[in-house]
């Protein structure tokens, strides 16, 4: 199973638009998809047409209250199984800093699902949290969504040093697999400078003992696109919302490269010399 944490610390830029809707094309294409909402506004249940209310068993239970995380599963489509997430995670964090292992609660509990499905998908809140440090102690692969723009560069820093921290210190098999542009339009100067900086950071790690060294800028941009913002609002999928739409185009095309991908080899430990926030801002001078 490849488990891949979808981060993005900062908001709005189409982390869980993409985790949706990659997941449903990933399913579409036969893969058996499970995911696992963790962000407190539970925008990704949402979107699946579940109701996070107060009775609806999520993420919360598994992790604070003990509860099985297969029990916990709710099939919302064919090769679709999701964990609800639920506005009680914003209280999960000060519920478990006395807890032993808090940082590997939730690696602990998905042992059970390891041979139930092909894909896990984690949508991560937008902060650094514990909740995004369980996520990133048990995924092999992190996708970064970005929007083309010069801010967005400097928060990749924070983020990769995050990456590079929970590496070092309780999961060498992590690394930075991909980076997808959402709310792409290549008619402008700024998206295709930012893709350019991008590459020459990328490059620049190449080789390196870096949790991004291999990262991939996805071929398959993400256009803008009205379809894929109505349709959460429906309770669907852009696949189900509209199949023809350039949004349920670019997430099939998306959906193609990630299993194209080969399977993520365990990585070494990063240097703790090397310092990705100085490297971010590098790129954007």
């Known amino acids: 199973m490849r488990i891949i944490a979808f981060m993005n610390q900062k908001g709005g830029v189409g982390k869980t638009t993409t985790s949706v809707n990659l997941a449903a094309a990933l399913a579409e294409q036969g893969q058996k998809v499970c995911m696992v909402d963790m962000d407190p506004q539970a925008h990704l249940t949402i979107n699946y047409g579940v109701d996070p209310s107060a009775d609806v068993t999520s993420l919360y239970h598994v992790l604070v209250e003990g509860h099985g995380f297969l029990a916990t599963l709710r099939q919302v489509g064919k090769n679709l199984a999701l964990i609800p ?38 949508d991560c809140p937008p902060s650094l949290g514990l909740l995004t ?19 967005a560069l ?5 983020l990769l040093e995050t990456v590079a921290l929970v590496s070092r210190r309780m999961n060498p098999a992590l690394k930075v697999s991909g980076i997808v542009l959402t709310m792409f339009d290549s008619q402008t ?19 390196k003992n ?61 240097n703790p010399a090397l310092k990705p926030p100085a490297a971010a801002k590098a790129m954007v001078g």
């Not at 440090?133 to 801010?151: D, G, K, R, T």
């Not at 429906?234 to 350039?246: M, P, V």
């Open 85 to 122: 997430g639920s506005i009680d995670l914003a209280a999960a964090e000060v519920e478990l800093v006395s807890v032993p292992g808090r940082e590997v609660l939730l690696k602990n509990k998905i042992e059970a699902a390891k041979t139930e499905f092909d894909f896990m998908v984690l």
């Open 133 to 151: 440090v369980n996520a990133l102690a048990v995924a092999a692969e992190v996708i970064i969504p970005m929007q083309p723009h010069f801010l």
């Open 210 to 270: 870096l949790p991004w060294s291999e990262t991939r800028i996805f071929a398959s941009r993400i256009r803008r696109n009205i379809k894929l913002a109505e349709s959460p609002s429906f309770g669907q999928t852009i696949l189900q919302y509209d199949s023809a739409s350039n949004g349920a185009a670019d997430y099939r095309s998306l959906a193609r490269e990630v299993l194209e991908m080969s399977k993520p080899a365990v990585s070494v430990s990063v």
């Open 154 to 158: 400097q928060g990749v820093g924070k």
């Open 189 to 207: 100067k700024l998206s295709n400078e930012v893709v350019n900086d991008l590459k020459g950071f990328i490059e620049d790690a190449a080789g």
